[in-house]
C-alpha cells in the first residue's frame, strides 16, 4: 500500500500498523522514524554512468517512474531530485510497482529513480548507482492510530521493530 493508502486504512481502523514516507500530517496518526532511505539510480544493459556528472548523466535517457495515482509522494520526490540536477526526466513510462519499474529496466527501455533497497531484488540487468544529492534522501516512519497504541499486537510489533535496528535503521 502507499503511504496515504496506509494512513486512511489505519485512520479507519482497517490498518494495525505500517511502514510510511515521512512525514505524516495527520494528528490521528503516530509515526517513529525506523529507517533513513535514499533515492538511487537504476540502469539497465547499455545505459552510461558517469560519477562526475551523477545523475545528470542520464538526463537525455527515457525515465521509467511510479505511476502518481500509485505514490503521489514518490513520483514527486523522484520529480523534485531530477530538477535540483538541472532537468525534467522524459517519461516514457509509468508503472504501480517497483518490480515492474526494474524489469522495465532490466529490458533495457530507460533508467529510473528507486529506493536504495529495491537492490535487494536482485534482477538480472539491472545496476545501482547512488546520488550524493541532499534531495535524494526521505525517512521511513512505522506508524499506527493513536487510539491503537495500547493493543498488544501493536506495542509487540512495535517493540520487534525497536529490537531489530540494524546499522541502516535511524536511532
Partial sequence: M???EQVAALAAGDLDIGFVRLPVSDERIVVRRVLDE????ALGPGRAWNP???LRSVAAEPFIIIARSTSASFYDHALSVCAASGFAPHI???????FAILSLVGAGLGVSLVPRSAALMRLPGVSFQELSLPEA???IGLAWHRDSGDVPLVQGFI???KNSRTP????
Avoid at 516514457?92 to 517497483?98: C, G, P, R, S, Y
Fill in 137 to 139: 534522501a526521505w525517512n
Fill in 168 to 171: 541502516t535503521l535511524a536511532p
Fill in 159 to 161: 517493540k520487534i521493530v
Fill in 38 to 41: 535514499r533515492l538511487v539510480v
Fill in 52 to 54: 562526475r556528472l551523477g
Fill in 92 to 98: 516514457v513510462q509509468e508503472a504501480n510497482d517497483l
Fill in 2 to 4: 502507499s503511504t496515504p
